[in-house]
């Protein structure tokens, strides 16, 4: 069973901070995705990074596939970033079915 | 981006009574899925479909059906609603070739009686 750990399970930072946040996978990838959500929200995409590293804004996803972990930064966080990150692993070749982790939580105080 | 629209966006449901739950896509993605969201549990995969007239089983199928009619449009059925079956349901969608990005819908929020 395909499995996605995410660390921490919580965060708190204080506005300008940076974040750090981890995906760990149980096999080997080739389709990573990071996403956001407000609670009770809609999933928005933020990075697909199936390997290397990828920035969009301040956000930079890295990921290590023979290590199979990727990363999110997040650089002066804001507290509109406030909410639940989730990252989401998945096969080409398998209908790219998504598994996800359980989310971080992170919440930027002013 | 994609455009996934779910509908309804809130349903109120008893117990024994039928739900369908409906996803369009405006962008021609092949594939298409349905999630659930709990507390504890996460995103979990209730069925897919790789294109019209096709439905898979995801990881958690039982107690619910898929529909796949046309490119744009998948649904989820709850024959038999049940209390168990409370939660947020998403739609998304991707292509089928790279970048398997997958899109989301806002979310169904079902509450069974």
């Not at chain 1, 998504?98 to 989310?103: E, K, N, Q």
């Not at chain 2, 990005?101 to 169904?108: N, V």
Request: net charge positive.
């Amino acid at each position: 069973e395909q499995q996605v750990q995410q660390s921490p399970a919580s965060l708190v930072l204080q506005e300008g901070e940076n974040a750090e946040l981890q995906c760990s996978f149980s096999i080997f990838t080739n389709q990573v995705q990071w996403f956001y959500q407000r609670p009770g929200g809609r999933l928005v995409s933020l990075l697909y990074n199936p390997s290397g590293t990828k920035q969009s804004g301040r956000l930079t996803s890295t990921t290590v596939i023979k290590e199979r972990r990727s990363s999110l930064h997040i650089s002066s966080s804001q507290i509109t970033d406030s909410g639940t990150y989730l990252c989401a692993m998945g096969l080409s070749g398998s209908f790219n079915k998504l598994t996800f982790g359980a989310g971080t939580r992170l919440a930027v105080c002013p | 981006e994609a455009a996934v629209t779910q509908s309804p966006r809130n349903k109120v449901a008893v117990t024994g009574g039928k739900v369908t739950l409906s996803c369009n896509q405006t962008n021609n993605h092949n594939n298409m899925y349905w999630y659930r969201q709990d507390t504890g549990h996460g995103l979990r995969l209730i069925h897919y479909s790789y294109g019209a007239g096709s439905t898979e089983k995801g990881d958690i199928p039982d107690g619910y059906k898929a529909s796949r009619p046309s490119q744009e449009n998948f649904s989820l059925i709850l024959e038999l609603a049940t209390p168990s079956q409370t939660s947020v349901y998403f739609c998304a969608s991707g292509d089928s070739g790279a970048p398997y990005e997958q899109y989301f819908g806002p979310g169904t929020r079902l509450t069974v009686l």
